[in-house]
């Protein structure tokens, strides 16, 4: 077995020296000459820009970015993020996971990522407006988006809104371009966007979730019952990922004990109602006062991490859990819907202590999979769904009418109306993203079992990933 590359100063890394690190803590495990490792992992092109935005009276200098961190599959692709965190380092480590979970999920994409560095919160619509289109200006003046170079998505802090505004502005700047929407995803419905897209990435965290907990084997390791049914769940973040995780894991009957938010973590061993504390806190823009049911509010909101629970999802930002507070994790499962939140020096602890971590690449792929489903709508120019719906429906009634007439029994009408409804968009959306968790899981599973030595479920993911890429370049005859 390839020794392990232990670095002596695994708490001091920056979040893209982590990813680096997991990368090649994979690469021994792909056989892949280390050239074409050299390739795969650096950052292809990185755009940093200034520009002048009008706060009232005032001007201020923006500072953004859009990193491409993969061009052996074109466009690129990845969501832009708005918070006074961005920085180089940031854009480059989250463009870098977009390539591996890109590949891990076969998305055939390269990965980018773009970020703005201003508070969402503390800025008026108006000038995150004027923000979101300026930015967009610089990127098709540098030839840096387009539905065939590369597709920004949301992010943390970014939704439909900003999306609109840079295809409105996209668009503007490349009249008569056919395929003009496919330039950004995320976007809302009346604008080209997709059913299922907003709460893509909860849902396929949840649809991987389920997956992971049906394994009898696996689960037993791990001191739990097989499903999900009963699981209890901690979720760190109530925003569009956080809110849609929790939400749709209660409905395949896990209770979802705490969310932990900025401002505090609400806790109720019962189960928390998570539309009405979505609601509280759209409201009162706090969770502070949530009292429904049983429910706490704990001041602490890191510590509520550190709870008794089977599943904890830290759904927010990236270095949540570090070697500060790792040891003290109870969860059995930690399933990374955020990017990054667990840190190299933490998972060696949580790894040691057992726990199964099951990382970003993998099971927050679920929106960039829907961003994928959505371009090619775009570029289709037709919803999923329309053309067979109705033929569909057709087909099946005359099939139902077939059996009646052979048996003689009339088929319940309520069973009819189940047994012939077509697809819509949002079935199909929702089918070939629950498909596409489940495939990229098993294909991770399968590669850590065939391992003799014993590799943690990161290892083997990114391991999948850089195969894949490495597959794409000696396909283009780049590497001998
Ligand atoms: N920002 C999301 C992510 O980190 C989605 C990217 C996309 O849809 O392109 O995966």
């Known amino acids: 077995m390839p020794d392990k590359k232990e670095s002596p100063d695994l708490k001091n890394l920056s979040f893209s020296d982590s990813v680096s690190y997991y990368f090649d803590k994979a690469s021994p495990f792909t056989g892949a000459p280390q050239g074409l490792l050299d390739q795969i992992k650096t950052c292809n092109s990185i755009y940093k820009m200034n520009f002048p935005v009008k706060y009232g009276n005032e001007v201020r200098v923006i500072e953004a970015y859009r990193v491409q961190h993969s061009h052996h599959r074109m466009p690129t692709k990845g969501g832009i993020r708005y918070s006074l965190q961005v920085d180089q380092d940031e854009v480059m480590a989250l463009a870098a996971l977009m390539t591996y979970k890109c590949a891990l999920v076969d998305v055939p994409f390269g990965g980018a990522k773009g970020g703005i560095k201003i508070s969402p919160r503390q800025t008026s619509p108006e000038i995150l407006e004027n923000i979101t289109r300026r930015y967009t200006t610089e990127l098709v003046k540098k030839n840096f988006i387009g539905p065939g170079i590369d597709v920004p998505a949301p992010d943390y802090g970014t939704g439909e809104r900003e999306m609109?505004?840079?295809l409105d502005t996209y668009v503007t700047l490349n009249p008569g371009e056919i395929?003009?929407?496919?330039?950004?995803t995320g976007k809302p419905i009346s604008q080209n966007g997709i059913h299922g897209?907003?709460?893509?990435?909860?849902r396929g965290v949840v649809y991987a979730l389920n997956e992971i907990c049906s394994y009898k084997d696996d689960m037993k390791d791990l001191g739990l019952e097989t499903g999900l049914e009963g699981k209890r769940v901690i979720v760190q973040g109530l925003g569009n990922v956080g809110y849609h995780t929790a939400r749709i894991i209660t409905q395949y009957g896990a209770k979802v004990i705490a969310i932990a938010?900025?401002?505090?973590?609400?806790?109720?061993?019962?189960?928390?109602?998570?539309?009405?504390?979505?609601?509280?806190?759209?409201?009162?823009?706090s969770v502070k006062g949530y009292t429904k049911g049983a429910a706490k509010v704990i001041a602490d909101s890191a510590s509520a991490l550190e709870l008794e629970c089977?599943?904890?999802?830290?759904?927010?930002?990236?270095?949540?859990?570090?070697?500060?507070?790792?040891?003290r994790?109870?969860?059995?499962?930690?399933?990374?819907?955020?990017?990054?939140?667990?840190?190299?020096?933490?998972?060696?602890?949580l790894l040691k202590k057992g726990v199964m971590i099951i990382p970003d690449i993998y099971v927050n792929a679920g929106g960039v999979t829907v961003s994928y489903f959505e371009?090619?709508?775009?570029?289709?120019?037709?919803?999923?769904?329309?053309m067979q719906k109705r033929w569909e429906e057709k087909h099946q009634t005359d099939f139902i009418k077939l059996i009646e007439e052979l048996t003689g029994k009339t088929v319940p009408k309520a069973r009819i109306e189940s047994l012939i409804h077509g697809a819509d968009e949002i079935d199909l959306v929702n089918s070939g993203l629950e498909d596409t968790m489940i495939e990229a899981y098993r294909d991770i599973r399968e590669f850590k079992k065939r391992r003799k030595s014993e590799i943690d479920i990161r290892t083997a993911a990114f391991a999948v990933s850089i195969n894949k890429i490495k597959n794409s370049y000696y396909a283009m005859g780049i590497f001998p």
């Open 197 to 202: 897209r907003t709460e893509a990435t909860g």
């Open 310 to 327: 089977d599943i904890l999802i830290p759904a927010a930002l990236e270095k949540q859990i570090t070697e500060k507070n790792a040891s």
């Open 375 to 386: 371009w090619l709508k775009n570029l289709s120019h037709v919803r999923f769904g329309r």
């Open 179 to 184: 395929n003009g929407y496919g330039c950004v």
């Open 261 to 285: 938010e900025a401002d505090g973590a609400v806790y109720d061993e019962n189960g928390l109602d998570i539309d009405h504390l979505y609601k509280y806190r759209q409201e009162k823009k």
């Open 329 to 349: 994790i109870k969860a059995k499962i930690v399933a990374e819907a955020a990017n990054g939140p667990v840190t190299p020096a933490a998972e060696n602890i």
């Open 164 to 166: 609109a505004w840079i």
